[in-house]
């Protein structure tokens, strides 16, 4: 099968160039892809050509050429796509993975249930494979999730929607409990429709209240499911540890400050943007990871996700605390500072059949939190292993977010989340659904005019701009 097509490439100066693509191969034996009669990337089996029929455009796509990935590229990756052979319908997971590819040989991260964190993995329209802003692109055969019970404008939301959906499942509002959603637009407008959905589908009863600084978002997150939308540009200095649970959507340094300011027990982190927070420079790593961190206590030692069944055994600890606390013997406790030692230490027989990652850190400061996220300046390998948690021990700072830990608060974070499930809430609820696509599509564009579409997307005013193919 040999598929030829001209597509808009994203470039380092935030720019778009045309291309011209050729896709050749099949499911079975694999694809060349060739860019500009060059050859870009060479794909495995398991991938299936599928037709873009609308992709829409998100902060990761405004913001891609500050992500460390090769540019030019074809971005996109909030889309929905057709099979041409069977005009089935799908929404395609954005993790190119060994076992989303369907591969016999699975390394150790698809092995424990993190194919998302996997090493070896693509993403698409972000690192390496070729994206929804162009009308073709090669699909992992197992990323693709059908849609069937729910519209198209509502389908093109499932990604975003998944991915704020992991937020809410993996900070889970509790009982007469009140959260709060700072700086709703995009991802934080669909935070809250994904609150108000797991609200009705869990039968739990729980306040949700909007904090944004803009008419138009206030009235969003009221017409998506907030009890209450508060005006931070009039009320703000009444607002200090009144939420439960605090989901940050700025990506502004200022604005988790105020999430920790405002909460009485955990913020939820969920959009970064690279800069320095509270002294933390891997912050965006950290969600990268969905690394949590916790106190250190009796009880953060056990810790794991929802749903996991594992125990941690063996633990990081920072050499500046090794002398100052005393952990059970179950625990293999490891503690350098030496960067090679720590890598040989991973790749040694104790990690074998497991994850080479520790299962818990801990540490005393910021600079061993980066430290633990990233050793190594050239290399995107944590010391811990993905959804871990960093435990800090210390005592009152004048650095907010250590004030925070060493208080008792918790830090969570998450990053995408799981098509299926979003897909089966989406169709369970679909007068929410509905009301979903209806508030947050602010604009659609043809995919002839993609530049444009992005100028729209970084004003103001839109929310959801969305890029919609010919038929």
């Known amino acids: 099968m040999k598929q030829i097509f001209h597509a808009m490439e994203y470039t380092s100066q935030d720019t778009f160039i045309p291309s011209e693509y050729i896709f050749e191969g099949d499911e079975l034996m694999g694809w060349d892809i060739t860019r500009n009669g060059e050859n870009y990337l060479k794909l495995s089996k398991g991938y299936r050509l599928l037709k873009t029929k609308a992709c829409g455009v998100c902060s990761t796509d405004i913001d891609r050429r500050f992500l460390p990935f090769p540019l030019p590229q074809i971005i996109g990756h909030e889309l929905i796509a057709e099979d041409p052979s069977t005009k089935k319908l799908y929404a395609v997971e954005i993790n190119d993975t060994l076992q989303a590819r369907g591969s016999e040989q699975l390394d150790s991260f698809c092995n424990t249930g993190l194919s998302t964190h996997s090493p070896s ?73 994904a609150l ?24 969003l997150s009221i017409n998506l499911g907030a009890d209450e939308a508060i ?175 060493f208080t008792g608060g918790n830090l969570r974070s998450s990053r995408c989340g799981d098509f299926h499930l979003a897909l089966d809430m989406l169709d369970k609820n679909p007068g929410l659904a509905k009301n979903l696509s209806k508030n947050m599509i602010s604009h659609e564009f043809m995919s002839d005019n993609l530049e444009a579409a992005f100028l729209k997307a970084k004003e103001s005013d839109s929310i959801k701009v969305i890029v919609k193919f010919d038929e």
């Open 121 to 193: 993995r693509m993403v698409l329209g972000i690192d390496r494979l070729p994206g929804g802003f162009g009308p073709y692109i090669l699909a992992p055969k197992n990323a693709m999730v059908e849609i069937l019970g729910i519209d198209a404008n509502t389908a093109v939301l499932t990604e975003p929607f998944s991915a704020a959906l992991q937020a809410v499942i993996s900070s889970p509002p509790q009982e007469n409990s009140t959260v709060a959603v700072l700086g709703p637009r995009r991802l934080g407008s669909l935070i809250i429709g």
């Open 231 to 405: 005006d931070l540009r009039k009320n703000s200095l009444d607002l200090n540890k009144k939420y439960d649970i605090v989901y940050d959507t700025t990506a502004n340094p200022l604005g988790f400050e105020d999430a920790l300011k405002y909460s009485k027990k955990e913020v939820h982190l969920k959009s970064t943007n690279g800069q320095t927070v509270c002294g933390i420079k891997k912050m965006t790593e950290l969600v990268v990871d969905e690394i949590s961190i916790l106190p250190f206590n009796e009880p953060n030692l056990n810790f794991c996700w929802e749903g996991e069944n594992r125990q941690n055994e063996i633990i990081y600890v920072s050499p500046s605390l090794i002398d100052k606390i005393k952990l059970d013997e179950k625990f293999k406790v490891f503690s350098t500072s030496d960067v090679i030692e720590l890598y040989g230490i991973l790749q040694s027989d104790i990690f074998k059949d497991r994850l080479p990652r520790f299962d818990l850190a801990i540490v005393s400061n910021t600079q061993e939190i980066d430290f633990v996220l990233r050793p190594d300046p050239n290399s995107e390998e944590s010391l811990l292993r993905p959804r871990g948690a960093i435990l800090l021990k210390g005592e009152d700072s004048t650095n907010p977010f250590l004030n925070f830990i």
């Open 196 to 219: 108000s959905i797991y609200r009705k589908s869990s039968g739990i009863n729980f306040k949700i209240v909007s904090l944004a600084r803009h008419d138009h978002l206030l009235k």
